[in-house]
């Protein structure tokens, strides 16, 4: 079983910065991919940033070159920086994690509000 455990939520103004974190503990061997994903309201979950164990990302069209996706592999953390935020960022935003096998693992989820 996998735990995952987001912190770093919160409310920013515009313009503004976070960094979301993700520590994975429980059975995390024979990872592939961890990632963010995010649901704003009234809207379908969504990618947002994907990073296999190879190291290669992937990111949703509407967060390239604001976002970055990390991980440090010491911690079983996985890092979003999220740079030159927008109100349509607002979401709860969910750490994900894939396994070679068996389904994928969520996190509770951290809420991000983008206000001025």
């Known amino acids: 079983q996998v735990q995952l455990v987001e912190s770093g939520g919160g409310l920013v103004q515009p313009g503004g910065s976070l960094r979301l974190s993700c520590a994975a503990s429980g059975s995390i061997a024979g990872i592939v991919v961890m990632g963010w994903y995010r649901q704003g309201p009234g809207k379908q979950r969504e990618m947002v940033a994907l990073l296999t164990s190879g190291g290669i990302t992937n990111y949703a069209q509407d967060v390239k070159g604001r976002f970055a996706i990390s991980r440090d592999n010491a911690k079983s953390t996985v890092y979003l920086q999220m740079n030159s935020l927008k109100p349509e960022d607002t979401a709860v935003y969910y750490c994900?994690?894939?396994?070679?096998?068996?389904?994928?693992?969520w996190g509770q989820g951290t809420q991000v509000t983008v206000s001025s």
């Open positions: 994900m994690l894939r396994k070679r096998s068996g389904p994928d693992s």
